[in-house]
């Protein structure tokens, strides 16, 4: 595993995600172990061949895919937390 538990913590925080539930955390540690393993976190000339600009193009789509997947996962978060507040302060009354 290339990531650690501090390079890990890194990205969420500049994500936003520092204060993600065990749950997303095990599975946001899945995806980066993954994108890793494929060398998509990173510049790789594992996936690009002769056909460098196409190929390029399809790599940054992917990260740029990555990206969008870390601000949805972040506003669900927000939401989750949000829903769980708002059940304890009815189960309260």
């Known amino acids: 595993m290339l990531f650690n538990n501090k390079n890990i913590a ?10 993600l539930n065990d749950d997303s955390l095990w599975q946001v ?10 060398q998509l976190l990173r510049n790789s000339k594992k996936i690009i061949s002769s ?4 190929e390029k193009a399809i ?13 949805l996962l972040a506003q ?5 937390k949000s829903l769980q507040s708002q059940d304890e302060d009815t189960k309260e009354k």
């Open 10 to 19: 890194g990205i969420l925080e500049d994500r936003g995600l520092s204060e």
């Open 29 to 38: 540690k899945n995806i980066l172990n993954e994108l890793d393993d494929e």
């Open 51 to 54: 056909d460098y600009g196409n």
């Open 76 to 80: 669900n978060d927000k939401i989750l």
């Open 59 to 71: 790599a940054t789509y992917l990260r740029a895919i990555v990206e969008q997947n870390w601000v």
